[in-house]
């Protein structure tokens, strides 16, 4: 076989796996579909294979693996598996795993590596320790579990941009407490299921059966403080990301202002969400006053 025929095997190879992340996406977030729509296709390509991989080591540790019978030393054994192909396929360029692949193939167009996947995989391992959380374990936790996925998505919106170190920073500082920002939402969002589902706490210091006003305020303050470190740092994205991370911030600083509004006691039992009309309204918004993708 010609080596021609063999990058075009490739290619459709890289192409079907793509598009598997696509759909993974498609099925799992419907806010973070709404945001990427304002990406252009090769940015929007990218984001989608990070997130379902993101997604797959999600659904190891608190989804469809448990629900397949898998025990403790299984759930390891699969998430042990799945962080090495990554990091084999990072090295090589190809993974029999669709999802690797596609992510692995993001890794290498934009030059990020283990650096920011082995705290990812650190912390979804640390989902599977019943062991409750310290206050010293939270923020490597959430560190690993949302802000490098932060800087992943960034690498990718970066691609092609000119070397700029201290323009880089602060976007990274931006990406950081963006990344930071939407996993604690999810966990306030998520403080009922996951303590009495999961018998996980991710506020050391807050009993779950005895949730205050007080510390509903104190949490939703931590969060409007990332918020608005990231919110500083939009202005510096390069125009084709802008609108989609500024869709992002606005979902996600329209959650905390309804949790505001909404009584603890009454957060520990729904989920709240923000609309669909909503969502589109704020991607309009978005659109319209970052100057970045309007259609």
Partial sequence: MSRRSMLGLLDRYTDAAEAGSATVIARYSTSFGAAAKLLDAETRRRIRSVYALVRVADEIVDGAAAEAGLGPDELHEVLDGLEADTERAMRLGYSANLVVHAFARVARETGFGVELTRPFFASMRRDLD???????????????????????????????????????????RGAIHLGAAFQKINFLRDLAVDWRTLGRNYFPGVDPEAFTEEDKTAILDDIDRDLEIARSALPELPRRARSAVATAHGLFASLTARCRTTPASEIMATRIRVPDGEKFAIAVRSALGTGGNRR
């Fill in 130 to 172: 019943p062991a409750p959380f310290t206050s010293e374990e939270i923020g490597p936790y959430i560190h690993g579990s949302a802000e490098v996925v932060g800087l992943m998505c960034l690498a990718a919106f970066l691609v092609d941009e000119p070397a700029d170190e201290a323009r880089r920073a602060r976007l990274e």
